[in-house]
């Protein structure tokens, strides 16, 4: 019987191909598999065209897994059952599966489901992270604004259409990072003028990338739609 093969989840950063690490670049060269998110309708994650500038598609076996956009239960688990089995049939053929995932593989990202389900259904594999550039740093460096210093707290938060929640999270922090914020920007829009911070909140649209946007002031963005890769710095 052969041995099984480790389940990788390489960040590979926000969008700008420079951004990914020494060991990040060596694993998906070496890796048997590169499995990436594919998105149903066609097109490429930046995640997918990261990895082609780096490896010859013709050389690896390149396994692209389509994650669900829905809260259905009965879709979800079906799905994810069948993300979970494309990588298990490579696995279990004693082959290294290289997941590369935008940002990091441990924050908000789709290969944290992924290694939980396949710990749980396989656990003789393997389950590896290899940190990434997140873009709510790129955010920072695009910016030119530090996220936090000296004894600073700085927030990383989903946002909602929880206005308490929302209010909480920018009254409780020096700094939020309010991430995937296009369909609720005027909701925290009205929260910050409430508070008088109106003018202290910037949007970045597809950070670090060659698609890259950025509004200093949030408040010019009111009642526009945004892309779903966009995120928002408050800093008091």
């Known amino acids: 019987m052969s041995t099984v093969g480790t389940l990788y989840g390489v960040g590979v950063g926000p ?4 951004l990914i ?13 590169v ?12 995640a997918h065209e990261i990895v082609e500038l780096y490896v010859n598609p013709a050389e690896k ?6 994650f669900p956009m829905t809260k259905d239960p009965a879709v979800l688990e079906r799905e ?4 979970a089995a494309a990588c298990w049939e490579a696995l279990s053929q004693g082959k290294d599966v290289a997941f590369v995932t935008e940002g990091d593989p441990n924050l908000y990202s789709t290969f944290i489901h992924l290694a939980r389900l396949m710990k749980e259904l396989h656990p003789e594999v393997p389950v590896v992270s290899v940190p990434g550039i997140s ?19 700085v927030g990383i938060i989903p946002a909602t259409d929880d206005r308490e929640a929302m209010r ?27 508070l008088g911070l ?5 949007v970045i649209t597809k950070v670090t990338s060659p698609y890259e946007m950025v509004w200093q002031d949030a408040r010019t963005l009111r009642g526009q739609e945004l892309e779903y890769l966009s995120l928002m710095v408050v800093s008091k």
Not at 15 to 18: L, Q
Not at 198 to 202: K, L
């Open 15 to 18: 969008g700008d191909p420079e």
């Open 21 to 33: 690490t020494v060991k990040a670049y060596r694993l998906i060269r070496e890796c048997a598999v």
């Open 35 to 46: 499995a990436y998110p594919r998105k149903r309708m066609g097109g490429k994650s930046y």
């Open 61 to 66: 076996e390149m396994l692209g897994l389509v």
């Open 80 to 83: 994810w059952n069948k993300t």
């Open 135 to 153: 873009s709510v740093l790129g955010a920072a460096a695009a910016l030119g604004t530090p996220l936090a210093d000296g004894d600073q707290q």
């Open 168 to 194: 909480r999270a920018i009254e409780n922090h020096d700094t939020v990072v309010f991430i995937k914020v296009a369909k609720v920007l005027d909701l925290i829009l009205d929260v910050l003028d409430e």
């Open 198 to 202: 109106g003018g202290r909140a910037s």
